[in-house]
């Protein structure tokens, strides 16, 4: 930690940083992420400097600075730093910004855990931004020429094809048996009066 300090102030008006401080501060919100006291005063340190869009590229001290903002309850801090970042593990980012709303949550609600139906709420009200998924939330259901294809066999043929059938229709638009037959078995439990 002494030695990223006394490189950080040698290099404070070096604009890119110098690529070994880059790599010294990933190793060290590594070393130090079970020693909160020490890791607190790294992320001061690297908040506080002006390469710190420089730092955020690694996930590493991402995740440190994302942990001690939590840790301190400044979630709008910890979002926003999400949002600026510009490391390459997106999944990860997307990973810890549910992280920071679930953590939200807990404190707010005064609990220590949330239900997988809470965490799922939570999701749903707060989507990562667009700078953390530029292609888009993923979804599990089916592209809309799949789902044509599925509804207009259901009203024109039937709603309840043999196995047969099921076979056909997923080799026709390129999903598994199962995904069709789930398809048709949800189909006809929404149609229910």
């Not at 890119?16 to 790294?42: A, R």
């Not at 953590?103 to 989507?127: E, G, S």
């Not at 599925?150 to 039937?158: D, K, M, P, S």
Request: glycine share 2%; aromatic share 8%; proline share 6%.
């Amino acid at each position: 930690l002494k030695r990223f300090m006394v490189m950080l102030s040698k290099n404070k008006n070096k604009d890119p940083p110098p690529s070994n401080l880059l790599d010294l501060v990933g190793e060290l919100c590594w070393d130090l992420q079970s020693s909160s006291s020490s890791l607190e005063k790294l992320v001061g340190a690297m908040m506080g400097c002006k390469h710190k869009m420089y730092f955020l590229t690694n996930i590493h001290v991402v995740r440190a600075c994302v942990f001690i903002h939590i840790r301190n309850e400044q979630h709008d801090t910890a979002c926003s730093l999400l949002e600026q970042c510009k490391a390459e593990e997106k999944e990860e980012l997307v990973q810890l910004w549910h992280e920071v709303h679930y953590w939200r949550v807990m404190q707010r609600q005064r609990k220590d855990y949330l239900t997988p139906v809470q965490k799922f709420c939570c999701r749903k009200r707060n989507p990562p931004p667009i700078s953390l998924c530029p292609e888009g939330l993923k979804t599990r259901n089916h592209p809309e020429e799949v789902r044509q294809h599925l509804h207009r066999f259901a009203v024109e043929v039937t709603a309840n094809p043999n196995k047969k059938q099921r076979e056909e229709l997923a080799q026709d638009i390129n999903l598994q048996p199962v995904q069709v037959y789930n398809w048709f078995s949800n189909y006809r439990r929404r149609r229910k009066p």
